[in-house]
């Protein structure tokens, strides 16, 4: 029996059945293309069905919206919604239904999109509204129908030419006038699709000159514009995270949003510390010059970790190539960061990832998703015994044990001033002695448990 | 007649005469090798002598305490206070006689140190205390005869193997102490000397791995450093600013002061945007993915512009190359968004510059400097015509003027929210009409004020 | 009266006469936009005339053919040729008919161009090629006309999505064929409007993954097509030179023409060293990890120099971002290089530049390449001055003066081995005495002639 | 029983027995530290034992002649044969006996050293060279109580001071003859220890700035300095490679050997292309853009391939890092490529790595290197099974298929031309049809291996 998907006709990908666990013996082979060796979503991890942990979600833009192109060469994945003269709704239906058929069959939580990803823009704000409302109803429906839901839903303020000099941060207030209006839209279609949270990537909040810019204006409109974006998420009760994406450059020269600890900075000078979380995005990481880790780590830290974009980039390449990740070392480090911080709580995994354009068929959609999944869930298995064992987390606090002393105590509680310390050391003629930090025994440790 | 600075014998450069103004029409030879054609330093520049706009200053490290070596290769420049078996407080007078005698002849107002530039570290703190004392009664000497002074003073908590897992953020609390006794003596010396600043750069205040590092302690052992710092300021009657220097790494994987926005959120998490401000120097803002422009306009934007490390990286390198400035281009840009942001205040520039390693003449301390601060005049003028003319800022108001109509006024006044602005956008139609950026006509434009 | 060429109607550009020589206290303004400061093109430089030794081209691609878009972006400046259900000949012709009138405006002497920039694609390659040698007519009515001449043309070979795996080194042989037809007909094509050379960039001879590409086998596809290219080129009578563009990625990962250095390695593989030479681009430099000049002294010292595409990069973006040239420094310099090697001969200056995508106004096209032009013309009249003031060079000389002492003179003409120079450094107690390499004076001598 | 090395006394290391395979279940604790998990020596790989298909080699100058400096900070290790005030021959031996030690307890079969590794550098050449030959003794001695051998030396051209404007490429051409002198000496003592091969690493053969080079003439100098020790290879009858290791640059701003395809070319122009191959460093490939399996394939594909410097660089970092390999994606995909190839031949696997500075412990020097040891031979292992398995070169040669047919065989066999092939496009209506890259399966496919 084929349980497909009904209205996912005639069928897009050759796979009928969801892909199913099938053990760590499994190899992919062209008699047996797919099976998930280490993703069995009701396995506990932690305490947590294996789902709960990883919360994977399929973005719409990269996988449906996007046709292949470059910045040197058109499209290539012919997908049939794309057909030159077609019907924009009917083919935004159409790409509803494939897009909700592969949720089915990588059997994901979620997915995630952008309002003008799942529907064509109108002639007026208007008719794009009702538009994005016709695809919404579309959704609801196919959401019932498969129990796949809504890790969050975002505002596309970066690709009409109206946003080419920025959305808030526009020169002209009638451009942030019509974001804003823009993202209520969708904010609130969000809502009503029960979506967990609700993003913002500023891809044009930023500049390609410092010479027709002027950077303190621009930052306080973006400042009020993500106030007005708080404000009405509780007006209307939505009580999902609000997130940042932050982003060094690309497309702009300078993003404002460039990396987690500046958008701190920006939530502090805004009083929005509490209400609003970041979004990392490994490629984002990367092109900001820091690991992932240290993103993650750092918004832990921070207490503004909310979500992750599940992407690699390329690291002889200097633009966001946004590749389904593949290496298992860079996954479980991740991973082993979120656990360590409590886990990825109400955020998700989402694979803002796309196909090489060269990977033409449609089965490459689903190949590319199951891979980065299964790399996922092995990469999560192996951060639960870093973390169950301990080792790591005991070198740690055996490293730092000095600061429970009572000199330790005494300054971080304020106890000490420079003149105090100056008068302990002479007195107590401290000299410190270095030790190993162990770096390569821990490296060692860490690969102990692949 | 000679009028060579007493003590700097036998003479260690060929110059005998402090550099004079020649004009424009000057050109270096074997003849005649120097000469400024720009620096002029009582030419009045919007209004202020050239010397007071500029405030260059000299720092000893790369010019008096640097030998040579690179991380392939040892000594080159045999200078003779570094000879193997000499008395190291003999040398590090004989150092300080040469360094005035170059501040002499360069004509520079001021000078920077930090404290093992100038002394040599003893068995103890307190020896090496007495070290630096004596030296600093030398300075004292030096810049009543001379009339130099001090721009800012720094302590060295990298180079001692005791700092090899950072100062403030170290494991051990005792290397805390240590570093708190060694900044107090600085500190109050730089007081001592009338210094107008006190610079802390964390060279070693981040991480080499994750893997050992707990990333939320340092950042708030890193908190409680500079607020004690602060505090001491105060309790002495300190005036001069003090100042951070944002890099992003080398020799750590990770600083913390990665960058201005970095530093910014760190001050706002402990209190004291009011009371640091920051160093900023162009190879840092490089290897950070930055401008030096951006970082200076955006610490100027954020209120926390202090001074600057004048000097530029090899934009193909990926290491601090600290080359002195070579780039017309990019030096009068950088001064333009300093003097548009209303001048270098109580900061400087600050020659974070040194030789190639192959410039082993003596004579080549004067021309790397030489050459430095003449681009930079050069450059000073150029902004002030950019400025004086107000071509430039009259594009960027014209560009951002809707922000005073109506609807750009109550967005920032805080009087519209999306449902009201979604409001407007369908009542008034409206559809935002983008105007060119025109970044091609200004970057013309600024090329005509050469 | 105004003179604009027939059949530009209606105007595209506000401005009616070609761009004066103004001289250099000209400064662009409202009421006097354009006017060239320095660029004075039967002015006399080294000998020749500025238009002879600078042989600027305006391309087809970025500045008619290029819509605005970016990835994640779409067209924003609207062209009229580019307006959706428009007839495609037509548009070329409107297309044809305003870039001749740009040329004209800016009095510039060549220009170059990809098949598909000037023509579309047809249904197959036999339309395609009718449609480009129809508007090779246009083209030679209006050379005719202007006087405009071809310096280069080119084949695309990357954007359909035929060639998504490589043109010549694709694993289809089928692909290979389809491609050395078109460049067959864009070679003819150039040949019969007396282009004076021919360029070609492989943007797809590369890789994505070597997980999927044979290496070996595709470089001597690559080899394969390039002799059959210089074997036609002799066949049909063609006199000018056949130019690869080395450029080290993007949009491939790896692209095989990387740089100047893997281009030679390449050519000598296949013998091709004294047939082909190349086209160095300054952005495609900075992406190889290298600088303009770089790259232009090296291939002057392999033989193979031929042209430049002018053009910047940003120094921050890991992409290709072909700005117009800004940098009066670097300008300057590469220019130093271009003649200190003996100028550009055959080649020329092609602004492989696109404006900005907020550059929305036809007259930023004007201003763009005007800008450009002057930079250019003022970097050339620099590096006259360098050269003839030779002061510069005659440093180099006396650096390697010691070449011409008998032991050096031996090791150079073979007479000397690893014995006999161990012998004489024994006997003759050679004990070599490092110099200064003097690079801080050499760069403020050159600043010098600014 | 201890069976610790005769002279390394006082032990240095704790360990006393050679680290013995214990088997995938092993995880490295306090109690039990040491131990191969997949260092399996005897174990057949493809028909060979698994040490001579990895042929490990420890290198001297990171973990012996390196005390743990870096560009600002000084010593860390403390080892005691860098004392101040020692007898420089004494611990030149002592530092002999550390290092058989460690080779005899990580159980590798070869090591490298730099001439001034090994001993101190005396007033003369020939009296280095005595120092060196003394050294040269011990290690005979140490060589044939344990069975560890030389896999090659180099001679250190880099750090003295004399070498700072190059050794070969230097402006002086007493500098190359001292340089020729220093390689005579130490290839013959590399040939007198039976040494496998014998490399040149140009560290200083490049330029900092082409104002004070002469590119082309410096390129003549190297390449006759290389003809030189290719023919003095072949006068004393050395039988093992010579061996040009690529770097980009660091220290210089530009190194000639940038990349394997550099070196290729330079090999060409001097018709050296069979003489000499390459040792390619991962850490070295990661500063030119490259990944470390395109070096290695792409000197396979050109015929030098030689042997590897097995490291790691820091992604995020532009420098040299030289950290011991972790990642096990990366050290698998590049022994993949090195079996496609054929094996390492008679190369090895050097170590090019050294410890972090803070890794101050002895036995973090056994560690570091166990821990890369086990990485390589897991890495091994999944090549193996990738290669055996055969499932992704099957996907290459099905993908490159068509080549054999007979429109392949006519182009590559010199049977088709641009005339011929546009003939065949037009007369068999040619439309190539796109084929999936098929990258993410591929991605996939390779993870399922590990």
Same mark, same amino acid.
């Given at each position: 029996?084929?349980?497909?998907?009904?209205?996912?006709?005639?069928?897009?990908?050759?796979?009928?059945?969801?892909?199913?666990?099938?053990?760590?013996?499994?190899?992919?082979?062209?008699?047996?293309?797919?099976?998930?060796?280490?993703?069995?979503?009701?396995?506990?991890?932690?305490?947590?069905?294996?789902?709960?942990?990883?919360?994977?979600?399929?973005?719409?833009?990269?996988?449906?919206?996007?046709?292949?192109?470059?910045?040197?060469?058109?499209?290539?994945?012919?997908? @049939?919604?794309?057909?030159?003269?077609?019907?924009?709704?009917?083919?935004?239906?159409?790409?509803?239904? !494939?897009?909700?058929?592969?949720?089915?069959?990588?059997? !994901?939580?979620?997915?995630?999109?952008?309002?003008?990803? +799942?529907?064509?823009?109108?002639?007026?704000?208007?008719?794009?509204?009702?538009?994005?409302?016709?695809?919404?109803?579309?959704?609801?429906?196919?959401?019932?129908?498969?129990?796949?839901?809504?890790?969050?839903?975002?505002?596309?303020?970066?690709?009409?030419?109206?946003?080419?000099?920025?959305? *808030?941060?526009?020169?002209?207030?009638?451009?942030?006038?019509?974001?804003?209006?823009?993202?209520?839209?969708?904010?609130?279609?969000?809502?009503?699709?029960?979506?967990?949270?609700?993003?913002?990537?500023?891809?044009?909040?930023?500049?390609?000159?410092?010479?027709?810019?002027?950077?303190?204006?621009?930052?306080?409109?973006?400042?009020?514009? #993500?106030?007005?974006?708080?404000?009405?998420?509780?007006? +209307?009760?939505?009580?999902?995270?609000?997130?940042?994406? @932050?982003?060094?450059?690309? @497309?702009?020269?300078? =993003?404002?949003?460039?990396?987690?600890?500046?958008?701190?900075?920006?939530?502090?000078?805004?009083?929005?510390?509490?209400?609003?979380?970041?979004?990392?995005? =490994?490629?984002?990481?990367?092109?900001?010059?820091?690991?992932?880790?240290?993103?993650?780590?750092?918004?832990?830290?921070?207490? +503004?970790?909310?979500?992750?974009?599940?992407?690699?980039?390329?690291?002889?390449?200097?633009?966001?190539?946004?590749?389904?990740?593949?290496?298992?070392?860079?996954?479980?480090?991740?991973?082993?960061?979120?656990?360590?911080?409590?886990?990825?709580?109400?955020?998700?995994?989402?694979?803002?990832?796309?196909?090489?354009?060269?990977? +033409?068929?449609?089965?490459?959609?689903?190949?590319?998703?199951?891979?980065?999944?299964?790399?996922?869930?092995?990469?999560?298995?192996?951060?639960? *015994?870093?973390?169950?064992?301990?080792?790591?987390?005991?070198?740690?606090?055996?490293?730092?044990?000095?600061?429970?002393?009572?000199?330790?105590?005494?300054?971080?509680?304020?106890?000490?001033?420079?003149?105090?310390?100056?008068?302990? !050391?002479?007195?107590?003629?401290?000299?410190? =002695?270095?030790?190993?930090?162990?770096?390569?025994? #821990?490296?060692?440790?860490?690969?102990?448990?692949?």
């Amino acid at each position: 029996m084929n349980d497909r998907l009904p209205g996912a006709s005639p069928p897009y990908f050759t796979l009928g059945r969801p892909i199913a666990y099938r053990g760590p013996s499994f190899r992919p082979s062209d008699a047996e293309p797919f099976g998930y060796r280490f993703y069995d979503k009701d396995r506990l991890v932690l305490g947590k069905r294996m789902e709960d942990q990883l919360r994977f979600a399929v973005c719409y833009w990269h996988s449906f919206a996007w046709s292949g192109g470059d910045p040197f060469g058109g499209e290539t994945f012919l997908r @049939p919604w794309h057909a030159v003269g077609g019907d924009p709704m009917a083919q935004a239906r159409h790409k509803a239904d !494939v897009a909700f058929e592969l949720f089915r069959l990588l059997d !994901v939580p979620f997915f995630t999109f952008h309002d003008r990803d +799942i529907a064509p823009e109108g002639e007026t704000l208007a008719e794009s509204n009702r538009n994005v409302a016709a695809i919404g109803e579309v959704f609801e429906a196919r959401m019932a129908e498969t129990g796949v839901r809504l890790l969050w839903g975002t505002a596309n303020l970066f690709t009409h030419r109206r946003y080419m000099a920025g959305a *808030a941060t526009n020169p002209d207030p009638q451009v942030f006038a019509y974001a804003a209006a823009q993202v209520r839209n969708v904010l609130e279609l969000t809502h009503r699709l029960g979506g967990e949270n609700y993003v913002l990537w500023g891809g044009r909040e930023g500049y390609e000159t410092l010479l027709n810019t002027d950077l303190k204006r621009e930052l306080a409109q973006l400042g009020r514009f #993500l106030q007005m974006v708080v404000e009405h998420k509780h007006k +209307i009760g939505f009580k999902g995270m609000i997130l940042l994406e @932050p982003k060094p450059g690309e @497309p702009t020269k300078h =993003q404002y949003d460039y990396d987690v600890a500046s958008v701190y900075g920006f939530l502090k000078t805004h009083g929005l510390e509490n209400e609003v979380k970041v979004n990392i995005e =490994q490629n984002h990481a990367l092109l900001a010059g820091h690991t992932f880790e240290h993103e993650i780590a750092l918004a832990q830290a921070l207490g +503004i970790f909310g979500s992750l974009d599940m992407n690699r980039g390329d690291e002889q390449l200097g633009w966001d190539t946004d590749q389904f990740p593949n290496n298992l070392s860079h996954v479980a480090s991740a991973l082993y960061e979120v656990l360590r911080g409590g886990g990825i709580g109400r955020g998700g995994l989402n694979f803002d990832a796309k196909l090489r354009r060269q990977s +033409i068929d449609p089965d490459d959609l689903v190949f590319g998703h199951a891979a980065a999944i299964d790399l996922c869930a092995r990469g999560l298995l192996i951060a639960e *015994a870093m973390l169950q064992d301990g080792a790591l987390q005991a070198e740690v606090e055996r490293r730092y044990a000095g600061w429970d002393s009572p000199l330790g105590r005494d300054i971080l509680e304020g106890r000490a001033s420079l003149d105090e310390l100056a008068r302990r !050391v002479e007195q107590d003629r401290i000299e410190p =002695q270095p030790v190993s930090g162990r770096q390569e025994r #821990l490296e060692h440790l860490v690969n102990s448990y692949f």
